[in-house]
């Protein structure tokens, strides 16, 4: 398959404003500083971030209708959760949720 320059250019400036968008706020804050009250609310955004990503996973959501719990994962997040509280290390966590995952996906 061959691809034209006008494709392989549109690669090439998707990856550099990604790159950019990544870089760009790290040079920056290395240079100036944020006020307390910024960097305060900024400390909770990983807490929503992953808040939000670990509820999502328990639904599969079906257009037009109201979305049905995902009880693999529901099932399996309990164990986790467990884990994360008591080890509160990351790979512990993991590593629970992975045979966690496992074992209910085989029964």
Do not use: D, Q
């Not at 790159?19 to 955004?45: G, I, Q």
């Not at 939000?52 to 079906?62: D, V």
């Not at 467990?82 to 074992?103: D, F, P, R």
């Amino acid at each position: 398959m061959e691809m034209s320059m006008y494709v392989f250019m549109t690669f090439v400036g998707c990856g550099l404003i990604t790159w950019l968008l990544r870089v760009v706020p790290f040079v920056l804050l290395k240079k100036f500083s944020l006020p307390k009250l910024a960097v305060e609310f900024l400390s909770f955004v990983p807490i929503t971030i992953m808040a939000a990503l670990f509820f999502e996973s328990w639904f599969i959501g079906h257009p037009g209708h109201l979305p049905e719990i995902n009880w693999e994962n529901l099932i399996a997040s309990g164990p986790t959760v467990v884990a994360a509280a008591i080890t509160k290390n990351l790979l512990a966590i993991v590593i629970v949720g992975v045979i966690t995952m496992a074992i209910v996906r085989l029964v």
